[in-house]
């Protein structure tokens, strides 16, 4: 059982050498996780993850719903290769912080039509996006 890569990012770094930065700031409950597990199988590990190194440490700002997936996945035996990974600068941590709240944060709303016409030309169901 082997996850696929299916993007590139600036450098590929090992899930066992990134460390969670967010601390407790988001959850992933068990439906969430089956849903995100589901989604990477089929349609692979389809973005680079959000990464500040300070010294010899890599920290994760964005991504730490899909790397907690991973991480569980490898311990069920999925094999998975190196992730790929984007460099964000910070001058601190507090900057190192305030950019995971940036790119955690949803400004866009999805609406309801929107998504009708997004989704009415392919076989995407309404089920496969909840």
């Known amino acids: 059982m082997n996850v ?3 993007t590139r990012g600036a450098t590929m770094l090992s899930v066992e050498s990134l460390k969670h930065f967010q601390g407790n700031l988001k959850s992933l409950s068990e439906s969430n996780y089956l849903k995100l597990k589901k989604e990477i199988l089929e349609l692979g590990f389809s973005e680079p993850l959000s ?3 300070q010294g010899e440490n890599h920290f994760l700002l964005n991504g730490h719903q899909r790397v907690r997936t991973i991480r ?11 992730l790929p990974v984007n460099w964000v600068d910070a001058v601190d941590e507090n ?7 940036a790119l955690t944060s949803q400004y866009g709303k999805m609406e309801t039509q929107g998504l009708y016409e997004f989704i009415s030309d392919s076989d995407i169901s309404i089920d496969d996006i909840e």
């Open 51 to 53: 990464v500040w190194k």
């Open 72 to 82: 569980r996945m490898v311990e069920d035996g999925y094999n998975c290769p190196a």
């Open 4 to 6: 696929e890569i299916r």
């Open 95 to 101: 900057e190192a912080k305030r950019k995971v709240l």
